[in-house]
């Protein structure tokens, strides 16, 4: 199959064409470059939502769930699950998701399950081409799913035009990954396991560090989600000014119980809500234009960095030039000036140019 | 003052010229390159500790403790005490140093804070070059001090030959820092605030994440720091294969109480053991020589930022790039393509000729 035929297939609807895609793009193999470009006309259609949380709060379930919400109201689902990268946190989602497909057993529900590991934007440009394969695909919701916390894992759900942010009761883990930068950066919060003791708790914390103040009830707009018997968690949509973000959202806290399904409509309603204040304030096109110029910034990163590999490799490789380095005989300001001042010369030249 | 006195001066012990060399370093300001060239020729002499740990863990404390310890010894010391970026775990930590300064009236402890804000590779590779301007200066020891847990954090602390991770009792936090990939690189680790409780369930977690298992005092040679009254702390290190690096040395586990000083020898001891360690197995030479190599690609990194974003200005600027990709009239890949193709075209026809 030529990379034409790929891009043609996968555009035609043919999932085996989607998965050798997204490997294509994974491997940043022979023809990714020429078939993401092709990808980019035919995307701008799939609502992107990101859902990250610590390891056991119920993520992939959820994601079950809300997929198969989706497919209820009749629209089509692709999930990209980031496998985490330390060994710490690995194991069960793999395990999870294999028996998700089979329940669900349907092709509109497609998982893909990419690798954490990589580095300097390689994970997240290869995350931001995979999603555009599911759009251009014409998959109308696309989940990105990946386990908080640390700066890939940032740079990774920043391709989301929704992130929700989901925690569990009592989990310190959280609170860690709200101060490493998930806190900004979430739409949407979901306390899952809302059925267990100090969830309450966790909900009120979570209020009061995203700028909720106050007591629960009063000026708030309130959504209900009976989750277990004789009472009824509420899920806060404040009107605080603390908490609104510059375009004037708010972030609702959702709870749910995920494996009993209980709050996954309220949380989609919610998901539904972002979208919609997105589109009406314009601040989709302002968050498009950033993704795209956050994805031209890590490309050209990324191809510099091949390109600075060659260069180093011409001067016999990096451990020869740190060796040179220990014995005193060069400093690495002087090794970098002496590889990138005749390139910046010659780039100089050409804008003057063109000028 | 001219760079060139700056240098001077700097060599020749004096303390102004030091803490403005510094600040050309962190501001990256004109000049800075020529200057930590000159510095280069001057280093290799001092010590470099690194020490992180999360807020309220301690660390300043035992950072002031260590360095009088030091000075007790007749040694210098340096410390470089990185501002944390984030608004969650500022706040005391500058309040501390300015009283340890006073306290300590002496210059020969020269305490620096630099900012972690920044990007890319900016704040690991200006505090590298500030070890360089302390080590060149004539310091003996200098202690690089960051709070956990980030990938910022992680590439900060790589400046250091031996790197301390402190603990305190009880953290979910210190559990998600280990998590972040500071276990890892951790040659020895203090358990602080060893009166508290729960201080030897800590110490006993950090045992098993470290791969010491087994009771307690079979196996292992113990070090001992009387932290209160009618009861010794037992400093484990042990022999278990399972916990040597590669090199073969095995993770002490210190317990001090910062504050009344308790352990804070033994520490000091623990450093200078892991220091042994690493020249008696050559150990020194490999970490400089990968340092040196990290310190050349990250600076080759930066200037190359700086290449490209003279590169994007030309072409309109970084928004209206974003823009022309939103329009549909070209893509991330089609703008590196024609952003790099020039460039990397040069650049081989260069190799080439030398070739």
Request: glycine residues 10%; charged residues 30%; without cysteine.
């Amino acid at each position: 199959m030529t990379d034409d035929d790929l891009l043609a297939r996968l555009l035609d609807g043919d999932h085996r064409a989607l998965a050798r895609a997204i490997t294509t793009i994974e491997n940043r193999a022979p023809g990714h470059r020429d078939l993401v470009s092709g990808l980019y006309d035919h995307t701008g259609n799939a609502e992107v939502i990101g859902i990250t949380g610590s390891p056991g709060a119920g993520k992939s379930t959820l994601v079950d769930k809300v997929a198969k919400t989706y497919r209820d109201r009749g629209l089509t689902v692709g999930i990209i699950g980031i496998d985490p990268s330390s060994p710490f946190t690995g194991g069960a989602v793999l395990g999870d998701r294999i028996r998700m497909a089979s329940n669900i057993g349907d092709m509109d529900v497609f998982f893909r399950s990419m690798s954490a590991r990589g580095s300097l934007g390689g994970v997240s440009i290869a995350t931001a081409d995979a999603v555009k394969a599911l759009d251009a695909f014409g998959k109308d919701r696309i989940i990105v799913e990946t386990v908080g916390a640390g700066q890939n894992e940032v740079d990774i759900i920043k391709t989301a035009d929704t992130v929700t942010v989901l925690l569990q009761p009592g989990s310190g883990d959280d609170v860690q990954m709200l101060k490493a930068g998930i806190l900004e950066i979430a739409d949407v919060f979901v306390v899952n396991k809302a059925d267990l003791d100090g969830a309450n708790r966790t909900v009120q914390e979570l209020s009061e560090m995203i700028g909720l103040r106050g007591s629960a009830g009063d000026e708030s707009t309130a959504r209900h989600a009976g989750h277990h018997a004789g009472e009824e968690a509420v899920a806060l949509q404040r009107t605080d000014a603390d908490a609104e973000d510059e375009s004037g959202w708010t972030p609702p806290i959702i709870e749910t119980v995920a494996t009993r399904g209980e709050g996954v409509e309220e949380f989609v309603d919610a998901l539904a809500d972002h979208r919609a204040h997105l589109e009406s304030t314009g601040e989709i096109e302002a968050k498009r234009r950033a993704r795209y110029a956050e994805e031209i910034r890590t490309l050209l990163r990324e191809d510099t960095a091949d390109l600075l590999a060659e260069e180093i490799d011409a001067r016999g490789g990096i451990d020869d030039l740190a060796a040179a380095v220990a014995a005193g005989e060069t400093d690495p300001y002087e090794i970098a000036d002496d590889l990138l001042d005749p390139i910046a010369e010659y780039a100089r030249r050409g804008r003057d140019t063109d000028a």
